[in-house]
């Protein structure tokens, strides 16, 4: 199993924006629903945005209206557009298929949100 790649994230302030990319294998991303997840520091990981093969979407709550997520199914990629950031945004945000692979979990991208 490869692991994705994640990438995109940075410090930005409240009210900013980002936008985040990860690539996946062909193998993982092929026809699998797929997913952002995020964990903040000390908490447990948790989905923020997740999109179908065919492309429906579902937020987390707290997201919803603020995120965006997509995919290019010939690129094997998967997008997170994340406006209006807030502080609890803060975290490293990974992507993986829905429900996880256990043993996919890439890097991760750092987002720090700051005043």
């Known amino acids: 199993q490869v692991q994705p790649v994640e990438s995109g994230g940075g410090l930005v302030q409240v009210g900013g924006s980002l936008g985040l990319s990860c690539a996946a294998s062909r193998n993982m991303f092929s026809g699998s629903n797929m997913g952002w997840y995020r964990q903040a520091p000390g908490k447990q990981r948790e989905v923020v945005a997740t999109?179908?093969?065919?492309?429906?979407?579902n937020y987390a709550e707290s997201v919803k209206g603020r995120f965006t997520i997509s995919r290019d199914n010939a690129k094997n990629t998967v997008f997170l557009q994340m406006d209006s950031l807030e502080f609890e945004d803060t975290g490293v945000y990974y992507c993986?298929?829905?429900?996880?692979?256990?043993?996919?979990w890439g890097q991760g991208t750092q987002v720090t949100v700051s005043s």
């Open positions: 993986n298929t829905v429900p996880p692979i256990r043993h996919a």
């Open positions: 999109i179908t093969w065919r492309h429906n979407t």
